[in-house]
């Protein structure tokens, strides 16, 4: 069935530091493929999607951009800031059942002053 | 605009209880589903009701069921709960289903513990 791997955490980082966190996925057909972020106490909130190959997703200084060929969508943003600690999720879901999404195991980043 | 709003926020229960969460979706959307989340399992899919129909369900026992009523808003019922049925329940809400352009809103959850 579909899948998703994405780099396990915790991940820190000091402010203004560069952000990768590696996603790949496995999948019959041809997902979508979103960022959400979780902070502490709340819900899950879409950080960004891309719905075909090659689509770049962007959103709050982070970017995603769907590679078919390698079945990525590592998430990245160039400065970091401590408000962006988080609980980061990627995931899917496919066309035929666009309201199920598979979730990643989440990475939890945390950013130093 | 109001968000996806589920309640109670926390609940206490027995195991062999059951229990029954609500949510209510954004006005206008008509496609719920519901998610559990563990530190064990992580954020696993559990069923999603459009126009008060079961369109979809994930892997989980017959003792977790649903439904939706025909202002959109839905409850999910877990019965003979065990200790491990603790867990945060998000409910999404969405304008359409199979509409790949929708983005679903999630609510905060409720803190279910099974004591």
């Known amino acids: 069935g579909d899948s998703v791997t994405q780099m396990e955490g915790p991940v820190t980082l000091s402010e203004e530091a560069f952000l990768t966190i590696n996603c790949t996925y496995t999948?019959?057909?041809?997902?979508?493929l979103f960022w959400y972020v979780q902070y502490p106490g709340e819900g899950l909130q879409l950080l960004l999607k891309?719905?075909?190959?090659?689509d770049k997703g962007s959103n709050k200084g982070f970017e995603a951009t769907y590679r078919k060929e390698t079945t990525s969508f590592h998430l990245e943003k160039g400065s970091v800031q401590v408000s962006d600690s988080a609980v980061y999720f990627c995931?899917?879901?496919?066309?035929?059942?666009?309201?199920?999404?598979?979730f990643g195991s989440g990475t939890r980043l945390s950013i130093r002053p | 605009k109001a968000g996806v709003t589920q309640t109670p926020r926390y609940l206490i229960k027995t195991r062999g209880q059951q229990v029954t969460l609500s949510c209510s979706p954004i006005?206008?959307?008509?496609?719920v589903s519901w998610y559990q989340q563990t530190p064990g399992q992580g954020l696993q899919f559990l069923f999603e009701?459009?126009?008060?129909?079961?369109?979809n369900k994930g892997n989980f026992p017959g003792r977790f069921s649903g439904r939706q009523f025909s202002n959109s808003r839905s409850e999910m019922n877990v019965s003979t709960l065990e200790l491990g049925d603790s867990a945060l329940y998000l409910c999404?809400?969405?304008?359409?289903?199979?509409?790949?352009?929708?983005?679903?809103?999630f609510g905060q959850g409720t803190r279910l513990t099974v004591v």
């Open positions: 995931a899917l879901s496919e066309w035929s059942s666009a309201s199920k999404i598979i």
């Open positions: 999404a809400s969405s304008p359409d289903r199979g509409n790949m352009n929708t983005e679903a809103f």
């Open positions: 006005s206008g959307h008509r496609s």
């Open positions: 999948a019959t057909g041809y997902p979508s």
């Open positions: 891309a719905t075909k190959a090659d």
């Open positions: 009701y459009f126009s008060e129909t079961q369109r």
